[in-house]
């Protein structure tokens, strides 16, 4: 068969850069960002996670062939700050988020196994996770919320120790 190994596709080769920034030269606080072997799920998260950030005035992204998995990324901020900084903190906040998921899912699992229903589970929970006490996660402090519902309003930082950029 012609069809090159579907593996292939998403591994990068020894010599690839998984990213590549390029400062814009005719706009102010402007790049374009390459993101090599990616496709439009994390695409469309780093975009969503930069237009919740106060300091970016535009981010968007597109997939510049169908059979190719590249996405490139467009982001400009004011001058409180510059794309790369805007994107660092971006995926800084999208680790945590799913590290925060990810421990959520796991303690609903711990809970199933002991026969516990959600009724309880809630009720076991410090600050009542799901109900009375929950909170917006506000990533950057403006008041906006946008980021993920957590228990008491703030997120574990554990993530932050294991997936330092």
Request: proline share 7%.
């Amino acid at each position: 068969m012609n069809q090159p190994n579907r593996i292939d596709s998403w591994l990068l080769q020894d010599d690839e850069k998984p990213l590549t920034i390029t400062e814009d030269p005719k706009i102010p606080n402007a790049a374009t960002v390459l993101l090599r072997k990616q496709d439009h799920t994390l695409g469309n998260m780093i975009r969503a996670q930069l237009m919740l950030d106060p300091t970016v005035l535009f981010a968007g992204y597109k997939v510049p062939h169908p059979l190719e998995n590249d996405i490139i990324i467009k982001i400009q901020t004011d001058e409180r700050s510059n794309p790369a900084d805007a994107l660092k903190r971006a995926c800084h906040l999208l680790i945590r988020q799913t590290v925060h998921i990810k421990q959520q899912f796991v303690d609903q699992a711990k809970n199933i196994e002991m026969g516990m229903g959600p009724d309880q589970a809630v009720a076991a929970v410090p600050g009542g996770a799901v109900g009375a006490g929950a909170g917006v996660y506000d990533p950057y402090g403006d008041g906006l919320g946008g980021g993920a519902t957590v228990a008491g309003g703030t997120v574990r930082d554990g993530a932050q120790d294991v997936y330092d950029f």
